[in-house]
Nanobody, 113 residues
């Protein structure tokens, strides 16, 4: 069974940086075969796509994070990362790792001075 476990959230000041990690396990085929994504959700709002990476390494981003966030993957380690720079208070959310119908438990990012 596929499992996704996020880590790396926390409190950071505006303009700061943070890297989220997603440890994955349980895939039937090599991890490199699967597209992965990061989403975020604020209380009372719908979950929204932040970034996605294909099996071939192509990426796409929400307009609000383009140029600031970078999604990457380490196929040997079955990991997905989200490097977040120039953080803003509006980036405050719970961030989720995603594969198809599978979600991690989420990790909280708070951007505040």
């Amino acid at each position: 069974q596929v499992q996704l476990v996020e880590s790396g959230g926390g409190l950071v000041q505006p303009g700061g940086s943070l890297r989220l990690s997603c440890a994955t396990s349980g895939f039937r085929f090599p991890f490199s075969s699967y597209p992965m994504g990061w989403y975020r959700q604020a209380p009372g709002k719908e979950r929204e796509l932040v970034a996605r990476i294909t099996s071939g390494g192509s990426t796409n981003y929400a307009e609000s994070v383009k140029g600031r966030f970078t999604i990457s993957r380490d196929n040997a380690a079955n990991m997905v990362y989200l490097q977040m720079n120039s953080l803003r208070p509006e980036d405050t959310d719970v961030y989720y790792c995603n594969f198809g119908p599978k979600w991690g438990q989420g990790t909280q990012l708070t951007v505040s001075s």
